[in-house]
């Protein structure tokens, strides 16, 4: 018998998500887009478990995909959201009542807010605003604390003989953390790794961002995270935004030069009327210059339609880093 409250599963033919090896799947969470979000399944000799579950929306999908992969509820033992930011946790309260079995594994920051989400629904509120937190993110339900595991800097979790390592890096979030995972060589990067989608990896050169997100982008917190992430010489990330990618040394460098750009950026606007507005410009049209010089295959509109909000949700979050240099 099944009495799952979310039965009223997203098309199938909307459903993708793709084999990358190493027992892991990158399942497309549907946010706004096809190709925005991500979210990863992990398998290991029967044992199950979701990286990231994307919004609330996007439960009927993860249970679709298990479905078709002959997955049973009750062999999910783990869910492991990088932070708390609902694009990457909102789905977590609602997955934790489907799997009975399953245990969350948080950041200490990030435990109570998933335990009583009062706190993050206004930040994001704020963030967001009241239609499109609704419609794109849906509900956030609570965890029953005794489900919940904080992971500090360097827990290790044996994820039934395979060896998960959780890292603190805060930069995008002081309640972020990556996994490094032995078995792939990888690293599940959340958003500390930055975002790069794979349209616009097309041409000479790759396209990496660093989604500044409000409210706690930290330049050099971030670059020393990078470095830290680096330092593991992993063969291959997984970001959220988008996918797996593999040439990590370079994508790794220009992020840190897109933190230092986008911070000078902002220090640039610091006495600017409508600064939110002037950044979200001017690092909007860096980015178009920089792929169409890169011969990217796309044009203004089309690069626009795939980075558009980010830059503005960027931009959000440097305005709200330059005010709290300022205090
Ligand atoms: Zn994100």
């Known amino acids: 018998m099944n009495d799952s409250l979310h039965e009223s599963a997203a ?13 892991i799947t990158c399942i497309d969470t549907l946010l706004h887009r096809p190709g925005l979000a991500c979210c990863y399944l992990i398998e290991h000799e029967g044992m199950a478990g979701f990286i990231d579950t994307g919004t609330n929306n996007s439960i009927p999908i993860l249970l679709e995909v298990l479905r078709r992969k002959g997955i049973s509820r009750e062999r999910v033992a783990y869910i492991m959201p990088t932070h708390v930011h609902l694009d990457h946790a909102g789905g977590c309260g609602g997955l934790m009542q489907e799997f009975p079995n399953a245990e969350l594994l948080v950041h200490p920051r990030g435990a109570r807010h998933l335990i009583d989400p009062a706190r993050l629904v206004q930040g994001s509120l704020k963030v967001y605003g009241p239609a499109d937190l609704a419609d794109k ?5 609570p ?23 959780f890292l603190d890096t805060p930069g995008h979030a002081r309640h972020h953390y990556c996994l490094y995972d032995e078995l792939s060589q990888g690293v599940f990067t ?10 616009l990896n097309s041409g000479r050169a790759r396209f990496i961002f660093p989604p500044s997100t409000p409210v706690q982008f930290d330049p050099p917190v971030w670059i020393a995270t990078l470095d830290r992430l680096m330092s593991f010489k992993p063969s291959r990330i997984f970001v959220t935004h988008f996918g797996m990618h593999e040439e990590v040394d370079v994508l790794g460098e220009q992020l840190k030069r897109g933190i230092k750009d986008y911070a000078d950026t902002a220090l640039e606007f610091v006495a ?9 410009q001017a690092i909007l049209q860096a980015s178009i210059n920089y792929l169409l010089d890169q011969h990217c295959g796309l044009d203004v509109p089309a690069i626009k339609q ?3 909000l980010d830059m503005e949700l960027n931009a959000k979050g440097l305005e709200h880093w330059l005010v709290t240099q300022e205090s």
């Open 306 to 308: 795939l980075i558009q």
């Open 11 to 23: 098309s199938p033919a909307q459903i993708s998500y793709q084999h990358l090896g190493f027992g």
């Open 137 to 141: 993110f849906g509900e956030l339900l």
């Open 272 to 280: 600017a009327e409508n600064r939110e507005e002037r950044i979200c």
């Open 190 to 199: 959340g958003d500390s790794f930055g975002a790069s989608y794979p349209e």
């Open 143 to 165: 965890v029953a604390s005794d489900r919940v595991r904080e992971m500090p800097d360097e827990s290790e979790l044996d994820f039934n003989g395979r060896k998960l390592l």
